[in-house]
């Protein structure tokens, strides 16, 4: 490809509403171009990405056993109603209908389609197991996207769907995908980890995140240097304190005029904020249609981690009560609301309110609030784990030190069991002639997302520094003066002796300042970079390495060997 022929649109400065590294640098080398919010036009540069990622997934899929299909993007109602997601997947789903009025969705996923694949077409223990996977569009409408292609409302995505006969070999499957997605993401040159999370409207149980670690990431994670532990903050267990040896005082009420918050009664009591208590109200809707008042409690320097609650309590969802129903419930507003005398509410409570002596709570009363108030002795509740684990708790494992980070979640590895094909009928005949669901497994990646990791991860204050596996192109030959006929002819035989060793290359021929085309060369990422310039009489020219930034002198015949035995190293490590 040359330069002077090629669609690059490069701009100087980032863009006003690209708030992290990879949204600012994909717009600014050209890769994507908005079209509205979250949607994006991918440009031949990104494309390429695009491609290189497709391109490893296909092949650690393949190795693994996985047959690629294709599903519509387009899907009808009438499967989602069964699996009970229709309703369950709220307003992040894009719903329409066709002109006979029948309901249709823009998949944000594809459970419900490949469960009928299998279900029309496997029918014997003797076909099973089956690995099959799909790369393309998904659709979510996303209350607040952002960050360019990392959140957006369409994206590109890799799902593979796993059936087994049993629960042993769902196992084999899902270690499969959980070595094939290592390789994956390693082959991108990403630095990540594996954590526990949840499995949020996928549903199943036992699931596992890929996330790659980036100082922007949208994830929050907690992770153990000692025993290898990690996880969501969403998912991950709250270690559970020894039981307070504090002598149990009685019950008081104290007049706390204007206090509604923990910060405020910690300073108008001056009691540590570890022995306060809040509660919160939740109206939780079941799937029977049932609504229930949810009060549930965690200590004052604590956050309820609202999906642990939903979870426990089986909801089909939560949300926050307004003040008007609590103030109805509890005969208080919010800020003065409690657990003791506490009716007509299901009670909710952490381990560490079980376990903590003497707190202060709210009294039910405006203005007043109560000390001396302990969990079974004044108030009783549901106990379990409803808090938020931070960086400095301890790790449920090991019980050593947690640390904390952020991450961008770029693959999702999940254990369905048998949630869609009972609902389905997705029913295979053993050896003996009985019927028994399939047991599945899904295993997604975020193609688009996954290239906007690598740029998170992979940058400087010049632009990007892609990993040769998944570099548009591996290099740059640069012209540095185009009316130069000894340097254009030079470097126009470099470029063709890089194209013919195998080496994805670009010329830049432009009729431009040297310093612009270098500058574009960092901004665009190529691994190396060819100059060709006031040596080219002696058939000398420069090789530069983008993320090292060392340079090297060589012969036009040498460079280009140079540069094609290095991209075949980078690419013979997958």
Same mark, same amino acid.
């Given at each position: 490809?040359?330069? =002077?022929?090629?669609?690059? /649109?490069?701009?100087?400065?980032? /863009? ?5 590294? @990879?949204? !600012? ?38 190795? *693994?056993?996985? !047959? ?28 329409? #209908? ?24 496997? $029918? ?37 769907? @796993? ?12 270690? #499969? ?67 307070? *040896? ?29 022995? $306060? ?32 609650? *939903? ?72 106990? =379990? ?46 050896? @003996?002639? !009985? ?46 003066? =185009? ?33 612009? *085309?270098? #500058? ?16 080219? /009489? ?37």
């Amino acid at each position: 490809m040359r330069m =002077s022929q090629a669609f690059m /649109p490069t701009l100087r400065e980032n /863009p006003a509403d690209a708030e992290i590294p @990879s949204h !600012q640098l994909m717009v600014r080398a050209g890769l994507i171009r908005k079209v509205a919010p979250g949607i994006y036009n991918l440009l031949p540069f990104g494309l390429r990405a695009v491609r290189k990622v497709e391109a490893i997934v296909r092949e650690e899929m393949d190795r *693994k056993g996985g !047959q690629e299909c294709l599903m519509p993007l387009l899907l009808p109602a009438e499967p989602w109603i069964q699996t009970g997601r229709w309703g369950d997947y709220g307003d992040e789903m894009f719903r329409l #209908k066709d002109r006979h009025q029948r309901q249709f969705c823009l998949a944000p996923t594809h459970e419900e389609v490949i469960t009928q694949i299998a279900r029309d077409d496997v $029918t014997s223990y003797r076909q099973l197991p089956q690995l099959l996977y799909h790369i393309g569009n998904k659709y979510r409408d996303e209350i607040r996207p952002r960050f360019g292609v990392m959140r957006g409302r369409e994206f590109i995505m890799k799902d593979l769907y @796993s059936f087994d006969v049993d629960p042993e070999g769902l196992a084999v499957s899902y270690d #499969k995908m959980y070595d094939a997605y290592a390789r994956i993401f390693t082959r991108c040159g990403l630095e990540f980890r594996v954590v526990e999370a949840d499995p949020g409207a996928i549903g199943g149980s036992g699931t596992h995140e890929f996330t790659v670690l980036a100082e922007h990431g949208e994830s929050e994670i907690v992770y153990c240097d000692a025993c290898g532990f990690a996880a969501n903050v969403e998912k991950a267990e709250a270690v559970a304190p020894e039981a307070s *040896k504090e002598q149990e005082l009685p019950m008081g009420k104290v007049a706390t005029p204007g206090v509604h918050t923990i910060q405020e009664l910690v300073g108008c009591l001056g009691v540590p904020v570890e022995k $306060t208590a809040k509660i919160l109200f939740y109206w939780a809707v079941y799937h029977d249609g049932r609504e229930e008042m949810v009060a549930a409690m965690v200590l004052g320097h604590r956050e309820l981690n609202e999906i642990k609650m *939903k979870n426990l309590t089986g909801a089909m969802h939560v949300t926050m009560a307004p003040a008007e129903d609590v103030t109805r419930v509890t005969g208080a507003p919010p800020g003065s609301a409690g657990p003791v005398g506490l009716q007509n509410a299901r009670v909710m409570v952490d381990r560490e309110i079980a376990v903590t002596r003497n707190m202060v709570t709210g009294a039910n009363d405006d203005g007043y609030h109560l000390t001396g108030v302990n969990f079974s002795r004044d108030f009783s509740g549901e106990v =379990s784990d409803l808090r938020y684990v931070r960086e400095g708790d301890i790790c449920p494992r090991c019980r050593q030190v947690l640390r904390g980070g952020r991450g961008i979640e770029v693959g999702q590895l999940f254990k369905l069991w048998t949630k869609y094909s009972e609902s389905l009928g997705c029913l295979f005949t053993d050896e @003996s002639g !009985q019927q028994h669901p399939m047991v599945m497994g899904c295993y997604g990646i975020g193609i688009t997302r996954t290239v906007a990791a690598v740029i998170e991860q992979c940058h400087d204050e010049n632009g990007i520094m892609w990993p040769v596996s998944v570099a548009p192109y591996h290099a740059t030959v640069v012209c540095v003066n =185009s009316a130069d006929e000894v340097q254009a002819s030079l470097a126009s035989s470099v470029y063709e002796e890089l194209g013919r060793l195998g080496v994805e290359a670009v010329l830049d021929d432009r009729e431009e300042r040297a310093g612009v *085309k270098f #500058k574009d060369a960092d901004l665009l990422g190529f691994p190396f970079r060819i100059n060709v310039g006031k040596k080219a /009489p002696q058939g000398v020219v420069e090789v530069v390495e983008r993320r090292s930034g060392q340079v090297w002198e060589h012969g036009a015949t040498e460079a280009a060997q140079y540069v094609a035995q290095r991209v075949k190293e980078a690419l013979s490590q997958g």
